[in-house]
């Protein structure tokens, strides 16, 4: 095997280790972030909410109040999941080669689901927290959606490739 070809297949098994590592730190915040105590999540969502609806409003009721909260949750629950279904589809691809890049996204697929349901289905044994299927669908919305721009990102580079 010619050096070249050696560099290569170092340089993909390290970007494949990285994007593991970053994948892998991802998948930890999301478990820590969805196992705290009920108080200590409700209390900083509540902080970052009033400070939001003060810079909204001029002076914000409670109503407004537990509007921007719920709206803070709700777009948290998506953020999140959209950026763990973008980079679990990213890794997958990564891993996966040519036609077998199918494999990749489908397995990036069944690892959203899997933490979308599950995350929130352990949240009932955590302390003030409670199962809300309406979180777990939300959860996966937003795993489908980061991982349709991924494959999308793909397939658009790819025709900008074929184009130049």
């Not at 537990?66 to 589809?89: C, E, M, Q």
Request: charged letters at 15%; aromatic letters at 16%; one cysteine or more.
């Amino acid at each position: 095997m010619d050096r070249k070809k050696k560099e290569k297949i170092l340089l993909q098994l390290g970007l494949i280790g990285v994007s593991l590592a970053a994948l892998s730190l991802l998948v930890y915040f999301v478990l820590v972030v969805s196992f705290q105590n009920g108080e200590a999540s409700i209390g900083v969502t509540m902080r970052f909410a009033r400070q939001l609806a003060g810079r909204i409003f001029e002076e914000p009721t409670e109503e407004q109040i537990k509007t921007t909260s719920w709206i803070i949750r709700y777009g948290a629950h998506l953020g999140l999941f959209f950026v763990v279904g973008f980079a679990t589809t990213y890794v997958g691809m990564v891993i996966f080669r040519r036609y077998y890049r199918i494999l990749g996204v489908i397995l990036a697929g069944l690892i959203c689901y899997v933490l979308a349901y599950y995350t929130e289905y352990y949240k009932q044994f955590v302390e003030g927290r409670h199962f809300h299927q309406s979180d777990a669908v939300l959860n996966w919305y937003g795993g489908v959606a980061g991982i349709v721009c991924m494959v999308g990102s793909y397939f658009l580079n790819r025709l900008l490739v074929k184009l130049s």
